[in-house]
């Protein structure tokens, strides 16, 4: 069993940058593919970014050249640097640990972009 809990979410002007943060316990997460997937409202949850065991990443167009997935193994812990924000960035953004075929989630946190 993995629990996912996620962090720096928050309030932010166009054009800012926020970091989350997804620290998981329970299990060693190296081993599991990280994802960060984000839920606007009236939408159907998106794939924003993943990081493979072996650190591949991949991106969705619209935030390719502004997020920066990571993650630190040796702190159980997935981060989103995300650059350059745009108001259809506002999101909840969750945390997702996927070793198939099973797939555990955080319970989100809440990003808004707004003057």
């Known amino acids: 069993q993995v629990q996912l809990v996620e962090s720096g979410g928050g309030l932010v002007q166009p054009g800012g940058s926020l970091r989350l943060s997804c620290a998981a316990s329970g299990s060693i997460i190296s081993i599991y593919s990280m994802g960060w997937y984000r839920q606007a409202p009236g939408q159907p949850r998106e794939l924003v970014a993943c990081?493979?065991?072996?650190?591949?990443?991949n991106y969705v167009d619209s935030v390719k050249g502004r997020f920066t997935i990571s993650r630190d193994n040796a702190k159980d812990t997935v981060y989103l640097q995300m650059n350059s924000l745009k108001p259809e960035d506002t999101a909840v953004y969750y945390c997702n640990a996927e070793l198939s075929p099973r797939s555990y989630w955080g319970k989100g946190t809440l990003v808004t972009v707004s003057s």
């Open positions: 990081i493979t065991s072996g650190g591949n990443t």
